[in-house]
């Protein structure tokens, strides 16, 4: 709608591409992939982070210049044998329907400033091991997050039909549930999604186990459910076409394997594990927890970084370096997995705020690699865990998806004959054939 109103009624091309860029660049919270067509220009593009997901394919050489071979966009890719590729996000992109060429026009979001929080920090000392600096550096990580899961939730106040959040149990996704409850009416539910593929026995299925429980404890007069969803080999093999579909251009093992998990969990259908009822949750938002690992150094070869190459500024390499490649690696994936259910994800880790704060700091207040695992990965995080009452996730460390759901475990032994014998990188060979076309549910 805000493109709509801001287009010039006379169509005036030479104004168009900036015009619409101008409007974006005020979209500062927007998660989003838009396509404007008219008689002469396609106008496309992501935003910055390129959290909904938007593929190119083009059979002109180059840059879509000369040639005279098909071009298509699409949220999701309609013919998995050509070859697509994700549009880089942070611009705006004019196509040249006659000339077949593409111009483009950087995108910076204009970021409020940050509001200070004050005096909230003199409430509590810090532990014995915690910087002042960090520690009051955490209160306004807190504040910045509650804002950013604020402004996701906010249709479900209208609409009342809940909020569901992919939930491992872990620290970043029952932080962001414990921030949930603080912002959401006690009537509105909190379903707390979480796949496993060996039942009961995951590392994240106990996790969530103990998680979901000290949350009921914390917050007694919220509806908390946490929808246990599980799957066998056979499930898996009967989806394995579908998910490959959506996925695509992604076709490594381990994005199968990723998106075998993410795509159970955006379903949402499972038992209950209060009342072993079979359950689908209705709600159409899905707060995800991506970004955290890569803005506070959450994964082992941070540590490994920040140890034997270099200290502080490799490790900020690193993390710049994995901030940089998420629209290229998940999110585009991640969206269409999520999209196919009907469904949206969200990403409050993202929130242009808490980017730029963290950006901001010294990595000496984020994370803190002379502590032991667990304790000194995303430390900051950490400590806004321990105040809200999260005694046990805040002290677990970072599994990956595909590991703590253990579709890992199950997908490499029958697909490779053991785990030692499989390779992440390794491109799919699955039990299906590639199939040539593919319609999701609700394309973006």
């Given at each position: 709608?805000?493109?709509?109103?801001?287009?010039?009624?006379?169509?005036?091309?030479?104004?168009?591409?900036?015009?619409?860029?101008?409007?974006?660049?005020?979209?500062?919270?927007?998660?989003?992939?838009?396509?404007?067509?008219?008689?002469?220009?396609?106008?496309?593009?992501?935003?910055?982070?390129?959290?909904?997901?938007?593929?190119?394919?083009?059979?002109?050489?180059?840059?879509?210049?000369?040639?005279?071979?098909?071009?298509?966009?699409?949220?999701?890719?309609?013919?998995?044998?050509?070859?697509?590729?994700?549009?880089?996000?942070?611009?705006?992109?004019?196509?040249?329907?006659?000339?077949?060429?593409?111009?483009?026009?950087?995108?910076?979001?204009?970021?409020?400033?940050?509001?200070?929080?004050?005096?909230?920090?003199?409430?509590?000392?810090?532990?014995?091991?915690?910087?002042?600096?960090?520690?009051?550096?955490?209160?306004?990580?807190?504040?910045?997050?509650?804002?950013?899961?604020?402004?996701?939730?906010?249709?479900?106040?209208?609409?009342?039909?809940?909020?569901?959040?992919?939930?491992?149990?872990?620290?970043?996704?029952?932080?962001?549930?414990?921030?949930?409850?603080?912002?959401?009416?006690?009537?509105?539910?909190?379903?707390?999604?979480?796949?496993?593929?060996?039942?009961?026995?995951?590392?994240?299925?106990?996790?969530?186990?103990?998680?979901?429980?000290?949350?009921?404890?914390?917050?007694?007069?919220?509806?908390?459910?946490?929808?246990?969803?599980?799957?066998?080999?056979?499930?898996?093999?009967?989806?394995?076409?579908?998910?490959?579909?959506?996925?695509?251009?992604?076709?490594?093992?381990?994005?199968?394997?990723?998106?075998?998990?993410?795509?159970?969990?955006?379903?949402?259908?499972?038992?209950?594990?209060?009342?072993?009822?079979?359950?689908?949750?209705?709600?159409?938002?899905?707060?995800?927890?991506?970004?955290?690992?890569?803005?506070?150094?959450?994964?082992?070869?941070?540590?490994?970084?920040?140890?034997?190459?270099?200290?502080?500024?490799?490790?900020?390499?690193?993390?710049?370096?994995?901030?940089?490649?998420?629209?290229?690696r998940n999110l585009g994936r991640d969206d269409r997995l999520v999209s196919d259910h009907g469904k949206?994800?969200?990403?409050?880790?993202?929130?242009?705020?808490?980017?730029?704060?963290?950006?901001?700091?010294?990595?000496?207040?984020?994370?803190?690699?002379s502590q032991e695992s667990g304790v000194g990965d995303k430390m900051i995080l950490r400590l806004v865990?321990?105040?809200?009452?999260?005694?046990?996730?805040?002290?677990?460390?970072?599994?990956?998806?595909?590991?703590?759901?253990?579709?890992?475990?199950?997908?490499?032994?029958?697909?490779?004959?053991?785990?030692?014998?499989?390779?992440?990188?390794?491109?799919?060979?699955?039990?299906?054939?590639?199939?040539?076309?593919?319609?999701?549910?609700?394309?973006?």
């Amino acid at each position: 709608k805000m493109l709509n109103d801001a287009l010039p009624q006379d169509k005036d091309e030479s104004s168009m591409l900036q015009t619409i860029t101008n409007v974006l660049r005020r979209v500062v919270n927007g998660e989003f992939a838009f396509c404007v067509v008219n008689e002469t220009n396609v106008y496309f593009g992501r935003d910055k982070w390129g959290r909904r997901s938007l593929l190119l394919q083009s059979d002109d050489a180059g840059d879509g210049g000369g040639g005279g071979g098909a071009w298509r966009l699409s949220s999701v890719a309609t013919d998995c044998s050509l070859a697509w590729t994700e549009v880089p996000p942070g611009c705006v992109y004019q196509y040249n329907i006659e000339t077949r060429s593409t111009t483009s026009v950087p995108l910076t979001p204009i970021v409020p400033k940050l509001v200070s929080v004050g005096e909230m920090s003199s409430e509590r000392r810090p532990p014995h091991y915690v910087s002042q600096s960090m520690w009051l550096a955490s209160f306004q990580l807190q504040e910045l997050l509650t804002k950013a899961v604020q402004r996701r939730c906010a249709s479900s106040y209208k609409q009342n039909d809940g909020v569901a959040i992919m939930f491992s149990g872990g620290l970043d996704s029952v932080v962001l549930t414990a921030l949930v409850a603080q912002v959401l009416s006690p009537d509105i539910s909190i379903d707390l999604i979480n796949v496993s593929f060996q039942g009961d026995k995951s590392a994240d299925r106990q996790a969530a186990i103990k998680s979901y429980r000290e949350l009921k404890d914390l917050y007694p007069i919220h509806i908390f459910r946490l929808l246990c969803v599980e799957a066998d080999w056979e499930q898996v093999v009967a989806e394995e076409r579908r998910i490959e579909q959506v996925m695509f251009p992604k076709k490594t093992t381990m994005d199968l394997n990723i998106s075998t998990a993410l795509w159970f969990t955006a379903r949402g259908k499972g038992i209950l594990l209060d009342s072993k009822q079979v359950y689908e949750s209705t709600s159409r938002i899905i707060i995800m927890g991506m970004g955290a690992d890569e803005l506070m150094g959450g994964y082992g070869r941070h540590r490994k970084c920040f140890l034997q190459y270099g200290g502080e500024d490799r490790l900020r390499q690193e993390l710049e370096m994995d901030q940089g490649r998420l629209w290229e690696r998940n999110l585009g994936r991640d969206d269409r997995l999520v999209s196919d259910h009907g469904k949206e994800a969200r990403f409050p880790y993202l929130d242009p705020n808490v980017v730029e704060f963290i950006a901001k700091l010294p990595l000496a207040d984020v994370c803190d690699f002379s502590q032991e695992s667990g304790v000194g990965d995303k430390m900051i995080l950490r400590l806004v865990a321990q105040r809200l009452g999260l005694q046990t996730a805040s002290g677990l460390v970072k599994r990956a998806i595909q590991f703590g759901s253990r579709i890992a475990h199950l997908s490499d032994k029958k697909r490779f004959g053991s785990r030692r014998k499989a390779t992440g990188q390794s491109f799919f060979r699955g039990t299906t054939e590639i199939g040539a076309e593919v319609h999701p549910n609700t394309p973006n």
